[in-house]
């Protein structure tokens, strides 16, 4: 079987986008680099197809082909990994930002399976409860006397190092999907629940920290069940639930 390249591994999920000539331009540095696939969220988005369609020329089938959601959440499903791409920090957001470089590498693990490539909206970027839904933090580093860069630029940026990444890579795997993760991470925090482990534990950091840890380490289905395991005889042995409990 030929392995996918990085570039159709990607979708490009642009949040609450404003300017059409900045979709535009989206579309273009997409075509540049072999990416395709283009998602947009938001209810009500007020686009002008005529700007669209100007600045991104030979690439507006790109946005002809467009999917659209209400809601970042809905976008993300099914994908194997997401990264939040902001400049953002603080102390509600990701404790790790990743290189774009260190981004390519893992995507290059992934043997099946897709990974959303999410940007914010140009005036704000990701809010906080969007980079939360993603799995990973990317940042571009720029000069802290201009920090802010282009939609289409950062687009096009992470683009060229898919296009060049695309190169075939050894030890690839088959990390599991968000729905996956979301059973495992359910599995984990039951198990936990059995040991008081919440008494002085906040239930909702645990489960972000979980998600973080699962999305960085790609995990495989084996790998996961067996952790999942783990953390279920855990359970069985806290002496509160029977083991059929956890089943």
């Known amino acids: ?17 404003e300017g059409s000539l900045n979709i535009g331009a989206v579309c273009r540095a ?10 947009l969220t938001g209810s009500g988005l007020h ?16 946005f002809e082909k467009a999917v659209f959601f209400d809601t970042l959440e809905e976008a993300l499903q099914g994908h194997a990994l997401s990264a939040g791409l902001t400049r953002r920090r603080g102390s509600r957001r990701k404790q790790y930002s990743h290189l774009p470089e260190e981004l390519i590498n893992r995507i290059n693990l992934i043997k099946r399976g897709t990974v959303a490539l999410v940007f914010g909206n140009e005036k704000h970027g ?36 898919l296009y060049r990444g695309s190169e075939k890579k050894v030890g690839a795997c088959t990390p599991i999907d968000r729905e996956q993760q979301d059973h495992v991470i ?21 489960s972000r920290f979980l998600r ?20 279920c005889q855990l359970g069985h042995s806290g002496g509160r639930n029977k083991p059929n409990d956890l089943s």
Not at 5 to 13: F, G, P, R, Y
Not at 193 to 198: K, L, R
């Open 47 to 62: 686009l002008d197809r005529s700007q669209i369609k100007a600045m991104a020329i030979h690439a507006f089938n790109l």
């Open 212 to 231: 973080e840890i699962l999305a960085r380490s790609l995990l495989g289905k084996r790998e996961s069940e067996r952790l999942k395991n783990m953390f």
């Open 186 to 206: 359910a599995d984990i925090i039951k198990a936990l629940d059995t040991t008081d482990y919440f008494v002085k534990q906040d239930r909702d950091d645990t």
């Open 126 to 161: 990701l809010s906080a409860e969007e980079l939360d839904l993603c799995d990973m933090a990317v940042h571009i580093p720029t000069d802290s006397s201009f920090p802010s860069m282009n939609l289409s630029h950062a687009v096009q940026i992470i683009g060229y190092l």
């Open 1 to 17: 079987m030929i392995p996918m390249a990085l570039t159709d591994k990607v979708t490009i999920i642009l949040c609450r986008p």
């Open 30 to 39: 997409m075509k540049n680099c072999g990416l395709s696939r283009l998602v």
